[in-house]
């Protein structure tokens, strides 16, 4: 079975444009989440949705936005790019939105901001 | 928010050392969990701990969660290469929102 798949896997953007990136998730999961990866730190949580509806937001401005379709797939959205962007981002699947842990991650998409 | 502290950060050791990682909080997670992560990868899922106190074993790696739910720590035993990687504590707080540490990289040498 195909685990969590992003796209693309290495971007480059300049300051101000846009960047979409994609997920989908493991077959049979409704839940998808996102997580920034700086370069030394640890995940930090952005978005989760389930069911096509977003159930938590993390401390991230406006310029970020996401959504869920119904095959489950999702897309992150980031505008107004800073260098401060630069990132992998992480999606996670798992089968519900409550209180189940067990988060299955992609191998990210790399952002690069010039 | 509730924040978790990893120690050390970095690590470096010979094949057949032994090692242990820290996770702290001041806070009290319902859950910790610890992943290991390699380069161009995202993180994999080694153990969920949900009670005080609990100790769970996966071979060589030993897990346990503090009484009171505010730290963990992960032990190997006779490291080797393989275990070479990234390892992140996170707390779960409430759906799919995990905490993560900053992470202890661990480095094996042959």
């Known amino acids: 079975d195909a685990g969590v798949t992003q796209s693309p896997t290495h971007l480059i953007k300049t300051r101000g444009q846009q960047v979409t990136l994609r997920c989908s998730p493991i077959?049979?999961?409704?839940?998808v989440s996102w997580y920034q990866q700086v370069l030394g730190q640890g995940p930090q949580f952005i978005f989760q949705y389930y069911e096509k509806e977003e159930r938590g937001r993390g401390n991230f401005p406006d310029r970020f936005s996401a959504r869920q379709f119904p095959n489950y797939s999702s897309e992150l959205n980031v505008n107004a790019l800073l260098l401060g962007d630069s990132a992998l981002y992480l999606c996670a699947s798992s089968l519900a939105g409550g209180d189940t842990w067990e988060l299955f991650f992609g191998e990210g998409s790399r952002l690069t901001v010039l | 928010t509730q924040l978790l502290e990893q120690s050390p950060q970095f690590l470096s050791i010979q094949e057949g050392e032994n090692l242990t990682v820290y996770c702290n909080s001041s806070s009290v997670f319902s859950s910790l969990q610890w992943y290991r992560q390699e380069p161009g990868e995202g993180p994999v899922l080694l153990v969920t701990v949900v009670t005080g106190g609990e100790v769970k074993k996966l071979k060589r790696l030993t897990f346990q969660f503090g009484d009171a739910r505010k730290d963990s720590s992960l032990h190997i035993t006779a490291a080797q290469p393989g275990d070479t990687g990234l390892y992140l504590c996170a707390g779960g707080e409430y759906g799919n929102k995990l905490v993560f540490g900053a992470g202890t990289i661990l480095r094996v040498k042959s």
């Open positions: 077959s049979g999961h409704k839940s």
